[in-house]
């Protein structure tokens, strides 16, 4: 965990990252199989979600940011809306 400090504030606001693998992720949201999340971390670099920083890879294992990976779905049914 990290710690913030902002400047109307004299205590540290705690941020906690939630860090999973492919697979675990899947397990923990049915709704997006192995495949799918393989395939949306194949085109991160055209579907924005490298941009997003959602997808971290420590040497060969590839982590997604849950927080960050649900903020980038977010942002891309934002941009569905008519």
Same mark, same amino acid.
């Given at each position: 965990?990290g710690?913030?400090?902002?400047? @109307?504030? !004299? /205590? $540290? ?8 693998t492919? *697979? @675990?992720?899947?397990? &923990?949201? $049915?709704? =997006? $199989?192995?495949? #799918?999340? &393989?395939? *949306?971390? =194949?085109? /991160?670099?055209? !579907?924005?979600? *490298?941009?997003? #920083?959602?997808?971290? &890879? !420590? #040497?060969? %294992?590839?982590?997604?940011? /849950? @927080? %960050? =990976? =649900?903020?980038?779905? /977010? +942002?891309q049914? @934002? #941009?569905?809306? +008519?």
């Amino acid at each position: 965990m990290g710690s913030i400090m902002t400047a @109307q504030q !004299n /205590e $540290p606001i705690q941020t906690a990252w939630l860090y999973s693998t492919v *697979k @675990q992720f899947s397990k &923990r949201h $049915p709704a =997006f $199989p192995e495949g #799918g999340m &393989r395939h *949306k971390i =194949f085109n /991160e670099d055209t !579907n924005g979600l *490298k941009k997003s #920083g959602a997808i971290v &890879r !420590n #040497g060969r %294992k590839v982590l997604i940011n /849950e @927080q %960050k =990976f =649900f903020a980038w779905l /977010e +942002a891309q049914n @934002q #941009g569905m809306v +008519a």
